[in-house]
């Protein structure tokens, strides 16, 4: 059952698993495929060849920025979302030494952020965790009280990547502004699908989560802001980012950000009417299921539900083999069993959970499919585990 995506790369499966990944937009693919040709010179150079990739790279910067809302020499390319990550917390700690090395991060964070603050901790930093609510909400008021006066840094994602749950970074970014604190705040779920609040110094974003290719982040740091490289400097990026930059990858990540950004306004509603097909159906269709996350300040395209008395990898292999590419919100995956943190953080049933998350273009028949066959897939893993359940 080879199923296609909207941009015509052929899948063995429905693929639900856009959280992880995008297949590659059409915009995109086209704008790489011509910079590929056109801007593989050396843009720090002289020459005509070189010239040309500066400018485009320049475009590809200014894209950026006029699909986030910022101006482009705020804009610095990154080799992945995670390397943002970093160079925003570690760049934002150090270019605030002299306020102190106090760190506040959500508990919820994504991975690269969690081990941004580990690596402060063990340099001697200090960190607070600011818990969530049982829809993996933070409290502004607690991000508040966590605030110190030698506070160097404080970290909110823009949405939960496990759950779908929006973050109050507006009002958060209030409360910092108010005690001069610079919030970092990490958009990879929501750049290209989601309105990103305004407020925040500095931001981080993945070109594979919204169709852009593999290999490129963001990286915006608002003028005014401090911030001092973690890692040794050269001239590249502003010197923001060392390395040979990307050119090819910058140009179509940029590209497939602007068409991104154009779509929303339609696709959103409809793929988020989708997960709210799931979010209702589930419940009525699998006994012992907890759907979790926030029902309606949520992301457009992502549902976690924790299924109990199943396996999650077992339950995923299983869809895996009825044509279904999932995953689950938690780590639990070849290589680690340890539970989500995310899910320990809110509170809730931490195993046997499934995240479905709608790349552009899902085919509502697809998810339809999905809750034919899902209802007998945990029913007969629970009789194979010797649970018996209505
Ligand atoms: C919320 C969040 N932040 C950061 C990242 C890291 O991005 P990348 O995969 O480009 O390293 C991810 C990717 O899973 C993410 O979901």
Redesign the pocket.
Known sequence: MAHRNASGAGFDAAYFDA???EPLHPAAREALLGALDAGWADPARLYGAARGARVMLDGARAQAAGALGVRPDEVFFTT????A?HLAVLGGLRGRRRAGRHLVVSAVE?S??LHAAEAHERDGGEVTTVGVDRQGRVDPEAFAAALRPDTALACL?SAN?EVGTLQPVEEVAGTCRAAGVPLFV?A??SAGRAEIPPGWSSL?A?A??WGGPPGV?LLVIRKNTRWRSPLPEDEREGRRVPGFENVPGAVAAAAALAARSAETAAEAPRLSALIDRIRERVPRLVPDVEVVGDPVRRLPHLVTFSCLYVAGEALLTELDRLGFAVSSGSSCTADTLRPSHVLEAMGVITHGNVRVSLPRGADPADVDRFLTVLPDAVARLRRSAGVSTP
């Open positions: 959280a992880s990944t992945s979302g995670t390397q990550v994504h690269s952020v994602q990547h990490d990879a779920q981080a993945s594979h989560k982040g």
